[in-house]
Protein backbone atom coordinates (compact mmCIF):
# COMPACT_ATOMS: atom_id res chain seq x y z
CA UNK A 1 0.00 0.00 0.00
CA UNK A 2 1.20 3.17 -0.75
CA UNK A 3 0.57 6.75 0.55
CA UNK A 4 2.15 8.39 -2.28
CA UNK A 5 -0.31 10.79 -3.74
CA UNK A 6 -0.47 13.30 -6.68
CA UNK A 7 -1.67 16.09 -5.64
CA UNK A 8 -3.81 18.08 -8.02
CA UNK A 9 -2.05 21.75 -8.53
CA UNK A 10 -5.33 23.67 -9.27
CA UNK A 11 -8.38 22.57 -6.96
CA UNK A 12 -11.60 22.17 -9.15
CA UNK A 13 -13.70 24.56 -8.34
CA UNK A 14 -17.29 24.13 -8.48
CA UNK A 15 -18.78 26.70 -9.98
CA UNK A 16 -22.75 27.35 -8.30
CA UNK A 17 -23.81 30.78 -9.84
CA UNK A 18 -26.51 32.48 -7.93
CA UNK A 19 -29.61 31.38 -10.11
CA UNK A 20 -33.31 32.01 -11.10
CA UNK A 21 -35.71 34.95 -10.71
CA UNK A 22 -37.52 35.70 -7.42
CA UNK A 23 -39.72 33.19 -6.23
CA UNK A 24 -43.12 35.22 -6.32
CA UNK A 25 -41.97 35.83 -10.25
CA UNK A 26 -43.13 32.44 -11.69
CA UNK A 27 -43.24 28.95 -10.49
CA UNK A 28 -39.45 27.62 -11.17
CA UNK A 29 -38.66 25.58 -13.48
CA UNK A 30 -37.48 21.54 -12.76
CA UNK A 31 -34.14 22.17 -13.49
CA UNK A 32 -34.26 26.25 -11.18
CA UNK A 33 -35.38 23.83 -8.61
CA UNK A 34 -32.66 21.44 -8.39
CA UNK A 35 -30.20 24.12 -8.40
CA UNK A 36 -31.36 26.38 -5.76
CA UNK A 37 -32.70 23.51 -3.13
CA UNK A 38 -29.34 22.45 -3.00
CA UNK A 39 -28.45 25.39 -1.72
CA UNK A 40 -31.31 25.66 0.75
CA UNK A 41 -30.23 21.99 1.85
CA UNK A 42 -27.45 23.18 2.58
CA UNK A 43 -28.54 25.42 5.27
CA UNK A 44 -31.23 23.25 6.61
CA UNK A 45 -28.88 21.51 8.98
CA UNK A 46 -28.38 22.81 12.39
CA UNK A 47 -24.48 22.11 12.17
CA UNK A 48 -24.00 23.33 9.24
CA UNK A 49 -25.96 26.28 9.68
CA UNK A 50 -23.98 26.96 12.83
CA UNK A 51 -20.44 26.36 11.18
CA UNK A 52 -21.81 28.73 7.89
CA UNK A 53 -23.16 31.27 10.70
CA UNK A 54 -19.28 30.72 12.36
CA UNK A 55 -17.35 31.45 9.25
CA UNK A 56 -19.92 34.57 8.40
CA UNK A 57 -19.32 35.99 12.03
CA UNK A 58 -15.36 35.43 12.43
CA UNK A 59 -13.26 38.56 12.30
CA UNK A 60 -12.56 39.35 8.01
CA UNK A 61 -15.33 37.28 7.49
CA UNK A 62 -13.06 33.78 6.85
CA UNK A 63 -12.81 31.08 9.20
CA UNK A 64 -10.16 27.93 9.62
CA UNK A 65 -11.62 24.80 10.88
CA UNK A 66 -9.26 25.59 13.80
CA UNK A 67 -11.22 28.56 14.49
CA UNK A 68 -14.82 27.28 14.56
CA UNK A 69 -14.25 23.47 16.18
CA UNK A 70 -16.46 24.65 19.10
CA UNK A 71 -20.09 23.21 17.61
CA UNK A 72 -19.75 19.91 19.73
CA UNK A 73 -18.96 17.98 17.08
CA UNK A 74 -15.70 16.68 15.64
CA UNK A 75 -13.05 18.43 13.71
CA UNK A 76 -13.19 16.19 11.07
CA UNK A 77 -17.25 16.19 10.94
CA UNK A 78 -16.53 20.12 10.92
CA UNK A 79 -14.33 19.60 7.72
CA UNK A 80 -17.35 17.11 5.96
CA UNK A 81 -19.60 19.85 6.94
CA UNK A 82 -17.43 22.66 5.73
CA UNK A 83 -16.99 21.25 2.22
CA UNK A 84 -20.62 20.74 1.95
CA UNK A 85 -20.83 24.35 2.12
CA UNK A 86 -18.41 24.86 -0.21
CA UNK A 87 -19.70 22.27 -2.93
CA UNK A 88 -23.30 24.62 -2.13
CA UNK A 89 -21.34 27.65 -3.91
CA UNK A 90 -22.07 29.05 -0.13
CA UNK A 91 -18.68 29.08 0.90
CA UNK A 92 -15.48 29.42 -0.80
CA UNK A 93 -11.65 28.41 0.54
CA UNK A 94 -8.36 29.06 0.09
CA UNK A 95 -5.16 26.61 1.53
CA UNK A 96 -2.67 28.72 3.67
CA UNK A 97 -0.16 26.76 5.37
CA UNK A 98 -1.56 24.07 6.91
CA UNK A 99 -5.14 25.07 7.31
CA UNK A 100 -8.05 25.70 4.51
CA UNK A 101 -9.52 28.97 5.35
CA UNK A 102 -13.39 29.93 4.44
CA UNK A 103 -15.59 32.80 3.49
CA UNK A 104 -19.02 33.00 2.90
CA UNK A 105 -19.52 33.73 -1.12
CA UNK A 106 -20.94 37.33 -0.80
CA UNK A 107 -23.04 36.60 -4.61
CA UNK A 108 -24.41 33.61 -3.84
CA UNK A 109 -25.96 34.11 -0.50
CA UNK A 110 -27.34 37.57 -1.62
CA UNK A 111 -29.07 36.00 -4.54
CA UNK A 112 -30.35 33.39 -2.10
CA UNK A 113 -31.63 36.68 -0.21
CA UNK A 114 -32.68 37.95 -2.89
CA UNK A 115 -35.38 35.17 -3.82
CA UNK A 116 -36.79 35.29 -0.56
CA UNK A 117 -36.89 38.84 0.08
CA UNK A 118 -38.77 39.43 -3.26
CA UNK A 119 -41.51 36.20 -2.53
CA UNK A 120 -42.35 37.83 0.68
CA UNK A 121 -43.37 40.50 -1.45
CA UNK B 1 -61.52 -0.84 15.89
CA UNK B 2 -63.39 2.31 15.89
CA UNK B 3 -63.40 4.93 13.34
CA UNK B 4 -64.51 7.60 15.18
CA UNK B 5 -62.50 10.47 15.82
CA UNK B 6 -63.19 13.71 17.95
CA UNK B 7 -62.03 15.94 15.50
CA UNK B 8 -60.24 19.24 17.10
CA UNK B 9 -62.95 22.63 16.46
CA UNK B 10 -59.64 24.84 16.16
CA UNK B 11 -56.71 23.78 14.10
CA UNK B 12 -53.39 23.64 16.21
CA UNK B 13 -50.91 26.54 14.79
CA UNK B 14 -47.52 25.53 14.54
CA UNK B 15 -46.12 28.71 15.80
CA UNK B 16 -43.06 29.32 14.04
CA UNK B 17 -41.54 33.09 14.95
CA UNK B 18 -39.00 34.66 12.50
CA UNK B 19 -36.14 34.06 14.25
CA UNK B 20 -32.52 34.92 15.05
CA UNK B 21 -30.19 37.45 14.32
CA UNK B 22 -28.60 38.04 10.74
CA UNK B 23 -25.94 35.19 10.12
CA UNK B 24 -23.36 37.35 10.32
CA UNK B 25 -23.62 38.79 13.51
CA UNK B 26 -22.49 36.26 15.49
CA UNK B 27 -22.05 32.31 15.62
CA UNK B 28 -25.78 30.70 15.89
CA UNK B 29 -26.68 29.17 18.98
CA UNK B 30 -27.52 25.81 19.04
CA UNK B 31 -30.96 26.17 19.49
CA UNK B 32 -31.05 29.17 17.05
CA UNK B 33 -29.58 27.18 14.41
CA UNK B 34 -32.34 24.06 15.56
CA UNK B 35 -34.85 26.35 14.62
CA UNK B 36 -33.95 27.95 11.39
CA UNK B 37 -32.44 24.68 9.92
CA UNK B 38 -36.20 23.92 9.86
CA UNK B 39 -36.76 26.62 7.52
CA UNK B 40 -34.16 26.09 5.14
CA UNK B 41 -34.56 22.32 4.97
CA UNK B 42 -37.78 23.36 4.17
CA UNK B 43 -36.94 24.65 1.08
CA UNK B 44 -34.23 22.56 0.39
CA UNK B 45 -36.34 19.79 -1.61
CA UNK B 46 -36.57 20.44 -5.18
CA UNK B 47 -40.38 19.44 -5.32
CA UNK B 48 -41.18 22.09 -2.48
CA UNK B 49 -39.20 24.40 -3.69
CA UNK B 50 -41.40 24.12 -6.68
CA UNK B 51 -44.85 24.13 -4.80
CA UNK B 52 -43.55 27.45 -2.94
CA UNK B 53 -42.44 29.17 -6.34
CA UNK B 54 -45.69 28.11 -7.73
CA UNK B 55 -47.73 29.40 -4.74
CA UNK B 56 -45.97 32.86 -4.26
CA UNK B 57 -46.50 33.37 -7.93
CA UNK B 58 -49.85 32.73 -8.26
CA UNK B 59 -52.70 34.95 -8.65
CA UNK B 60 -53.79 37.04 -5.16
CA UNK B 61 -50.41 35.35 -3.41
CA UNK B 62 -52.32 32.11 -2.74
CA UNK B 63 -53.24 28.70 -4.48
CA UNK B 64 -54.85 25.40 -3.51
CA UNK B 65 -53.59 22.09 -4.41
CA UNK B 66 -56.20 21.90 -7.08
CA UNK B 67 -53.83 25.21 -8.83
CA UNK B 68 -50.69 24.03 -8.37
CA UNK B 69 -50.64 20.10 -9.18
CA UNK B 70 -48.80 19.93 -12.39
CA UNK B 71 -45.15 19.47 -10.61
CA UNK B 72 -44.73 16.13 -12.00
CA UNK B 73 -46.20 14.25 -8.41
CA UNK B 74 -49.49 12.83 -7.02
CA UNK B 75 -51.95 15.71 -5.54
CA UNK B 76 -51.32 13.31 -2.43
CA UNK B 77 -48.09 14.72 -2.20
CA UNK B 78 -48.21 17.84 -3.22
CA UNK B 79 -50.46 18.50 -0.11
CA UNK B 80 -47.89 16.48 2.13
CA UNK B 81 -45.31 18.81 0.44
CA UNK B 82 -47.67 21.64 1.00
CA UNK B 83 -48.10 20.90 4.89
CA UNK B 84 -44.31 19.92 5.25
CA UNK B 85 -43.81 24.27 4.01
CA UNK B 86 -46.79 25.32 6.67
CA UNK B 87 -45.10 23.30 9.29
CA UNK B 88 -41.81 25.31 8.82
CA UNK B 89 -43.64 28.39 9.09
CA UNK B 90 -43.44 29.52 5.63
CA UNK B 91 -46.94 28.93 4.27
CA UNK B 92 -50.36 30.08 6.03
CA UNK B 93 -53.56 27.99 4.96
CA UNK B 94 -57.30 28.18 5.20
CA UNK B 95 -60.11 25.94 3.92
CA UNK B 96 -62.96 27.16 1.65
CA UNK B 97 -65.11 24.90 1.00
CA UNK B 98 -63.48 21.93 -0.36
CA UNK B 99 -59.74 23.33 -1.25
CA UNK B 100 -57.31 24.76 1.31
CA UNK B 101 -55.96 27.87 0.25
CA UNK B 102 -52.06 28.06 1.10
CA UNK B 103 -50.20 31.85 1.04
CA UNK B 104 -47.06 32.46 1.80
CA UNK B 105 -46.36 33.64 5.26
CA UNK B 106 -44.18 37.53 4.16
CA UNK B 107 -42.68 37.91 8.03
CA UNK B 108 -40.83 34.61 8.26
CA UNK B 109 -39.54 34.76 4.29
CA UNK B 110 -38.79 37.98 4.81
CA UNK B 111 -36.46 37.03 8.09
CA UNK B 112 -34.94 34.28 6.24
CA UNK B 113 -34.18 36.74 3.39
CA UNK B 114 -32.72 39.16 6.23
CA UNK B 115 -30.56 36.79 7.35
CA UNK B 116 -29.41 35.87 4.07
CA UNK B 117 -28.64 39.55 2.73
CA UNK B 118 -27.15 40.43 5.69
CA UNK B 119 -24.37 37.35 5.76
CA UNK B 120 -23.45 38.52 2.33
CA UNK B 121 -22.70 42.02 4.24
Redesign the interface.
Known sequence: MSNTKVLPLVEPETAVEPCCPP????????EE??R???M???????????L???V??HAD?EACVCD?SD??VSQPTVSHHLKKLKEAGLLSSERRGTWVYYR?E??V??A??????????
Open positions: LAERPFSAAETAKFKALGDPVRLRFSAAAGIVGVPSVAMGRLLTAAAG
